[in-house]
């Protein structure tokens, strides 16, 4: 993917639970003439018993210039970014240009690649559906997943909304 889209190799393995927001076409296939400028990342299905060799073999070779997360629940998600790419340093960037001090920021997350954003943030949430690992560094856990609204519920207490 890149900033304005996403590529697939081909149509027969296109996942909508991955891109459920998005129907690929023909300019989303991975060619030298969709692809023309440097992608931000490469998800990379594989099988979830493999996923975590995969990664640290991928970080082993690559790992000076790239960082490697798993994600993606029950299908098996390898995200390869270029070195030091996080959601914590978007995050960052916009409070900065905002004026917002960092312990004023909450951040949600559910994977590995939301553990330094989780750290980033004055307060952290995980949601309940997450990983161990990110819930050892949150400040909460929301009590209910991603599929039943637990971001909304938590953040209607939080405000006292209702």
């Known amino acids: 993917e890149n900033r304005d889209t996403f590529f697939i190799d081909s149509f027969d393995?296109?996942?909508?639970?991955?891109?459920?927001?998005?129907?690929?076409?023909?300019?989303?296939?991975?060619?030298?003439?969709?692809?023309?400028?440097?992608?931000?990342?490469?998800?990379?299905?594989?099988?979830?018993?493999?996923?975590?060799?995969?990664?640290?073999?991928?970080?082993?070779?690559?790992?000076?210039?790239?960082d490697v997360r798993t994600w993606g629940g029950p299908t098996a998600i390898l995200e390869i970014v270029s070195k030091g790419i996080q959601k914590a340093k978007g995050v960052q960037e916009i409070a900065n240009y905002l004026s917002i001090d960092q312990q004023d920021v909450i951040a949600f997350g559910d994977e590995h690649n939301d553990l330094e954003l989780l750290d980033y943030a004055g307060w952290g949430v995980a949601m309940a559906n997450g990983t161990d690992q990110l819930k050892g560094i949150a400040n909460d856990v929301t009590p209910l997943s991603n599929q039943e609204d637990g971001l909304a519920v938590y953040l209607e207490k939080l405000l006292k909304l209702q």
Do not use: C
């Open 13 to 66: 393995f296109f996942d909508e639970k991955i891109f459920a927001s998005s129907r690929p076409g023909e300019k989303n296939l991975l060619s030298p003439k969709n692809l023309t400028t440097n992608p931000t990342s490469l998800l990379v299905r594989t099988d979830k018993r493999f996923a975590e060799a995969v990664s640290a073999e991928l970080t082993r070779q690559f790992g000076s210039y790239v």
